[in-house]
């Protein structure tokens, strides 16, 4: 369930971030999609993924089509986010566990492990 995510960066920070994004937005590049590999290294199936830019106040949509059992990969497709690289995740698992990434450089490593 995709929802607004509890405030954490600091005002200042927030508008220097949409500063860079517009600037992106204009550029032939914001159609670029990005996505990353998710690995499930724990023992429970995870069911849901949502992405968010860090300097968003919302989750996005869940973008894992159908549960993905331990030991299993699969690539996530993102789309809108052009060059942006930072971004915070937050995986379901199927006992209700929420697992949070704050700010995943997903430029540098486009693959994410969950234990």
């Keep these: 369930m995709a929802g607004k995510r509890p405030a954490r960066h600091g005002g ?5 971030f949409i500063g860079v994004l517009s600037t ?3 550029s032939p ?3 670029q999609d990005r996505s990353f590999t998710v690995y499930n ?3 429970v199936p995870l069911e849901s993924v949502y ?3 860090i300097y968003s ?9 159908s549960a993905l059992g331990p030991g299993q990969t699969r690539r996530i497709q993102m789309n809108g986010f052009g060059r942006y ?4 995740l937050r ?3 199927a006992n209700g566990r929420e697992i949070k990434l704050w700010a995943e450089d997903l430029c540098s490593s486009d693959r994410v492990e969950i234990r």
């Design 91 to 93: 995986f379901n698992d």
């Design 85 to 88: 690289c930072f971004f915070d």
């Design 57 to 65: 106040k919302y989750w996005g949509s869940d973008l894992l089509s």
């Design 51 to 53: 992405v968010s830019p």
């Design 41 to 43: 290294g724990s023992d």
């Design 12 to 16: 200042l920070r927030r508008f220097a």
């Design 29 to 31: 590049a914001a159609a």
């Design 24 to 26: 992106v937005a204009t």
